[in-house]
């Protein structure tokens, strides 16, 4: 419950930012920034968008030789559709195992940032992330399903954005239906380098027989856009080390990910 109300608080006051940059203005400088905002952090999503008619190509390699490929189209200024499919063990020895179905992403744009308010979003992301346990149907990391999100950015050294939202994951099982917020933000330094910063309550993944201790999963990256169309992303995820064994089998805590996004119009 406290949890709960904390994550609430920070949603509440997010709304109320103080007046920051708007998306409207068009400038070459802020066109180039609008276009290399990140979509999502490392694990959640922003309010964010790619541009019409642009795509974006995601691989992420992770712990246990897995990979995760995914495709996303902004189909319209309010409109974003992408799908994600990968597994464990693609990389080194033993059985491929390969994630129970392929991700889906949805994400429209309920109103534009300006000056004052955010850019608020809808959607639903039904990719989790991590190990898939198949007998607890679900991702070591929940997919975010359902989602309301706000994104605010600034002109801090390049860009500065903050983003907070509530979820309801699809994987929400048992004792574990509670609603869930997260947050994050993102710090581009220069045109070629960025900071990633989010944390993710886990309200919905603290119960006794859950993966999570209660204590939240927290994740750090760093971004180099190698150019306009390709960027290389380096994350340490769990920072927080917020995990139980199964079957006294532990789940892995400090995780390194490494993740390659190309984008290019269509």
């Known amino acids: 419950m406290r949890n709960q109300i904390i994550g609430m608080i920070i949603v509440f006051l997010f709304i109320q930012l103080s007046p920051g940059y708007s998306q409207n203005e068009e400038d070459e400088t802020t066109t180039y920034i609008q276009k290399m905002r990140p979509i999502d952090l490392i694990d959640t999503p922003t309010a964010n968008f790619l541009s019409r008619k642009y ?24 409109l974003m559709f992408g799908v994600s499919y990968g597994g464990q063990n693609i990389i080194g020895q033993g059985k ?11 994400r429209y744009r309920l109103r534009f940032e ?37 994104s605010k950015n600034y002109f801090v050294l390049k860009d500065f954005g903050i983003h907070a939202g509530v979820n309801y994951s699809d994987e929400n099982k048992g004792a574990e239906k509670d609603l869930n917020f997260f947050c994050g933000a993102h710090l581009m330094l220069d045109p070629e380098l960025s900071l990633l910063w989010e944390y993710d309550f886990a309200i919905n993944d603290n119960d006794d027989k859950s993966l999570g201790s209660g204590k939240g999963y927290m994740n ?7 150019s306009r ?35 290019q119009n269509l």
Not at 96 to 106: D, H, K, Y
Not at 119 to 147: C, D, H, M, P, T
Not at 230 to 242: A, I, P, R, T
């Open 55 to 78: 795509f974006q190509l995601k691989l992420r390699v992770y712990q246990l030789g897995g990979m995760l490929g995914g495709l996303t189209v902004g189909l319209t200024n309010r």
């Open 96 to 106: 491929v195992s390969w994630n129970e179905a392929p991700g889906v992403n949805l």
């Open 114 to 150: 300006d000056y004052r308010f955010p850019a608020v979003s809808l959607g639903f992301n039904s990719q989790g992330y991590g190990s898939y346990y198949s007998e607890l149907k679900r991702y070591q990391i929940k997919s975010k399903g359902f989602y309301v999100v706000f």
């Open 220 to 226: 750090a990256a760093v971004r180099w856009y190698f």
């Open 229 to 263: 169309q390709l960027v290389f992303e380096f994350s340490v995820k769990n920072l927080l080390k917020n995990n139980r064994a199964i079957d006294d089998e532990p789940i892995p805590n400090l995780n390194r990910e490494l993740k390659i996004i190309y984008f």
